[in-house]
Nanobody, 121 residues
């Protein structure tokens, strides 16, 4: 499975961005999909995850109420709508797919290269 993220960029604090991740090689409907992020000098951290049928979603505490994860299996794509962005959200955002819907990075088998998000104050 190959994953390609897009939608990152530079945004002012309080602004919004919508990230996309498109999978190829296998139907996305076979997998749970998730977003993680990694800021310079920090460990990778969970952001949000969604089950194959979109019934189950998980969010990190920092994302709850501001970010929304969704997916379109017909397009093999998962989205992350990010609102009310803060400078602390600055990071490379990575998409991952796996067999279980989890907050744990070790549960995911395939990873994208990431898209960079910079939030200016």
């Amino acid at each position: 499975v190959q994953l390609v993220e897009s939608g990152g960029g530079l945004v002012q604090a309080g602004g919004s961005l919508r990230l996309s991740c498109t999978a190829s090689g296998r139907p996305a409907s076979d997998y749970s999909m998730s977003w993680f992020r990694q800021a310079p000098g920090k460990e990778r951290e969970f952001v949000a995850a969604i089950s194959p049928d979109s019934i189950l979603t998980y969010y990190a505490e920092s994302a709850t109420g501001r970010f929304v994860i969704s997916r379109d299996n017909a397009k093999n794509t998962v989205y992350l709508q990010m609102n009310s962005l803060e400078p602390e959200d600055t990071a490379t955002y990575l998409c991952a797919v796996g067999r279980t819907t989890s907050r744990r990075s070790g549960r995911y088998d395939y990873w994208g290269q990431g898209t960079e998000v910079i939030v200016s104050s």
